[in-house]
């Protein structure tokens, strides 16, 4: 078996480009939408009274206990089941799967981001809600302008973190049928079973974007979190 | 509201401005406070002094309703602050009711307590501002002049953790009188400074008392710093007043045995 | 409800075969996880500096490449090289390297984590750097390894869904097969597939929890609620 170089060298243009409209695109809309979930999550968890408070956890502890792959298809059924695809005709099968997956991928790791939020929070000092009591502050304005932007400095790097993880898991979306870069290199490799060149290529290119990105994240960390 | 005074906000001027009727606290199973009764009149400026444990730091986070009181009442001007007499039924009061007799206290903490996260003028606005709706410009304003008061008008752009812990405590203090208080809570807000810089801040709490007549609960070690502003001092032993006196009287003349006690050790 | 229990018992065979594999992966996987790991997070602490050096980079490069990436290596190329996994053992071998590299980052913490005066003590006792290991540092780093582990533990469960992709019917197939049959239906198949996940993961979590107490006991600590978020997602990051 020779590694073919010419054949390898090739393949990076598709992939790079199935990696920058698919699994980026993804990874990028899924992240954000987590962290503002998250945060949700995590203020409700603090704010609502225990009979809403522990159906809500329950829930998020079932979906981070859950595999993502079960969560896509559960997603993809229920589309379906509400005839989903005939209600959208002008838009393609792939962009709805991409669309379910941004979804998927952004409550399964909220609730991963919730406890990171609520590990935050949980690190600010009681004084400061006592003196943003003391000063009669409304509570939206303590989350707001006192307890947030403190909690989300001790948070930021373990968002980021959260972020490369779900990046590392877009190739889940293959069980969906989204055409993202793992599914690519699958399909270009499989015509001539040079899985070799593309499944390198691919790997590469994973490590090329997370690498870097987890290593500035242990960087933000040391700066970041006392 | 109050039950039966004619004038609402308490402009009478023999309405003492805080009433402590019967109050208990209790921790679990440790009763720290049981069955207190005090008053404190208008402009008046009390000292709580007491061995450590005596449910000093208590009194004054109940009157900040940092805490739950579990039992007997407090009236502020007349208004009953967390729970209100109904006939025979002690109710709690809704939180929005709680909020605007609360907005006529505030404290000052011993560890400061500053927003970090914040400027220290943003700090001082940040509640003129969102609870009193005063405009930016207003309370920028007020802010820059309560900091000339505390001898820091060059740090208002300061950040918080850039300052010594006596000039943050000075921030904290314009921060409390920003919201123009009635009342002004201080739990021993020197007790955590090095000793060089208490002097500062003491200065600024003597000029309150001689410029406002802002009604103070002092809890504190410095009894020079009492004497000189008090114009009562409490004795607690717990969870009592023990003995209550004029400084000048308190600190020279003691009758209580404890208090002697008290008084030889710390002073 | 009693459609539920129906439809359950009508697939019991099916989801049980579904169970064996997912349950077979889980623990296969998670035992070649904990050697990778105790293995890496070892070499990643000891005074040779080529050990370092490798389990770092062997660690980097599991950790950036993605689980899906290294399961395709294992089961479409290492076939072009001769070697032919089963299915199940790439699954086993894939997830425990993946899993392993994200737990090695859990021990190495742990084992840093242990107070530097241990370390000196065992110098002032003319301990080798094995025998301090096994008998001073390992026994305090096990206590605080545990909630980490739990952690990816739990993510190991849920990751042996990938066996979908490499043809294996495990737990996730058959809830998929479950839902295309109109007697059963969307809500109870996939009903029952995410109880199963949920009940698999949670026992597994509350044994190893168990076994932390255990650990925090020994060490005469109060069982704490340690929250280990932030450690996690650095190392699955
Ligand atoms: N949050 C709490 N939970 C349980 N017990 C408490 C709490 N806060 C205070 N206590 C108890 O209440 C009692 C009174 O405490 P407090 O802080 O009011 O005393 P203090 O007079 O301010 O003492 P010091 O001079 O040391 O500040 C103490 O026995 C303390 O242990
Ligand atoms: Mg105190």
């Known amino acids: 078996m020779e590694f073919d170089l010419e054949f390898a060298l090739e393949t990076v243009g598709p992939l790079l480009m199935a990696f920058l409209q698919v699994t980026l695109v993804v990874t990028v809309a899924g992240s954000v939408v987590a962290a503002l979930l998250g945060l949700i999550w995590a203020v409700c968890q603090r704010e609502l009274p225990t009979p809403v408070r522990l159906p809500l956890s329950w829930v998020l502890d079932v979906i981070r206990m859950t595999p993502l792959p079960l969560q896509l298809l559960f997603a993809v059924a229920i589309f379906i089941s509400f005839d989903g695809y005939r209600k959208f005709p002008d838009t393609d099968v792939e962009t709805i799967g991409m669309i379910l997956g941004v979804a998927v991928f952004a409550i399964h790791y909220s609730t991963y981001m919730a406890e990171s939020y609520r590990a935050g929070i949980d690190s600010i000092r009681q004084g400061q809600w006592e003196a943003a009591t003391a000063l009669s502050l409304p509570r939206s304005r303590v989350w707001r302008a006192v307890i947030i932007p403190q909690a989300l400095r001790a948070t930021l790097p373990s968002l980021g973190n959260w972020a490369i993880a779900m990046f590392k898991d877009t190739p889940f979306l293959l069980v969906i049928l989204v055409p993202e870069m793992v599914a690519k290199a699958k399909q270009l490799g499989g015509a001539s079973y040079q899985y070799t060149e593309v499944f390198t290529v691919a790997g590469l290119i994973f490590l090329a974007a997370s690498y870097p990105t987890a290593v500035l994240m242990r960087k933000l960390e040391k700066k970041l979190v006392y | ?267 | 409800m009693s459609d539920f229990f129906q439809a359950i018992s009508d697939y019991s065979p099916y989801l049980w075969e579904g169970a064996r594999v997912t349950l077979a992966l889980s623990g296969g996987g998670a035992v070649v996880a904990l050697v990778v790991a105790v293995v890496l997070g070892l070499c990643a602490i000891s005074p040779v500096a080529v050990l370092r050096v490798g389990s770092r980079v062997i660690v980097e490069f599991f950790r950036g490449t993605s689980l899906v990436v290294q399961l395709f290596f294992l089961f479409y190329v290492f076939p072009l090289f001769g070697i032919d996994l089963p299915g199940m053992w790439c699954g086993i071998v894939g997830l425990g390297l993946n899993y392993g590299a994200y737990g090695s980052e859990v021990v190495r913490g742990s084992l840093n984590a242990v107070a530097k005066v241990q370390w000196e003590s065992t110098t002032a006792l003319s301990m080798s750097w094995p025998l301090a290991v096994r008998r001073v540092i390992w026994p305090q780093a096990w206590g605080l390894m545990l909630p980490g582990l739990n952690n990816l533990m739990v993510m190991l469960v849920k990751g042996t869904a990938v066996a979908l992709l490499i043809g294996l019917h495990d737990l996730t197939y058959w809830v998929e097969v479950m839902r295309k049959d109109p007697e059963v239906g969307l809500w109870i198949a996939y009903g029952a597939g995410f109880l199963f996940y949920y009940l698999i993961a949670l026992a597994c979590s509350s044994g190893l929890r168990l076994l932390e107490r255990r650990a925090q006991r020994r060490l005469g600590l109060a069982p704490s609620k340690t929250r280990t978020t932030r450690a996690t997602a650095e190392a699955v990051a």
């Open chain 2, 1 to 267: 509201m109050s039950t039966d005074t004619t004038s609402p906000g308490g402009s009478t001027g023999d309405q003492p401005r805080i009433v402590m009727e019967d109050v208990s606290k209790k921790f679990g199973k440790n009763t720290v406070l049981d069955g207190l009764n005090f008053t404190v009149a208008r402009g008046e400026r009390v000292t709580l002094i007491g061995p450590s444990g005596s449910g000093k730091t208590t009194i004054l986070r109940l009157l900040m309703t940092l805490e739950d009181l579990t039992g007997g009442y407090i009236y502020i001007d007349g208004d009953p602050l967390t729970y209100a007499k109904r006939g025979n039924r002690r109710v709690k009061l809704p939180n929005k009711e709680v909020t605007q007799i609360r907005k006529r206290i505030g404290m000052v903490f011993q560890q400061f307590n500053l927003f970090p996260n914040m400027t220290v003028c943003e700090n001082i606005i940040e509640a003129p501002v969102h609870v009193l709706g005063q405009s930016k410009d207003e309370a920028r304003a007020k802010a820059a002049d309560l900091l000339d008061q505390v001898g820091l008008r060059d740090k208002i752009d300061a950040h918080p953790t850039s300052l010594s812990g006596g000039q943050q405590q000075r921030v904290a203090i314009a921060r409390a009188l920003a919201m123009e208080p009635e009342i002004l809570l201080l739990d021993e807000v020197t007790s955590a400074l090095d000793p060089e810089l208490v002097g500062d801040v003491l200065e600024v709490l003597r000029e309150v008392a001689r410029k406002t007549d802002i009604t103070m609960l002092l809890v504190t070690h410095e009894m020079q710093f009492a004497q000189d502003v008090s114009h009562r001092v409490l004795m607690f032993d717990e969870g009592r007043v023990i003995e209550e006196a004029k400084p000048e009287v308190m600190f020279n003349n003691p009758t209580h045995e404890r208090t002697k006690q008290f008084l030889q050790a710390v002073l």
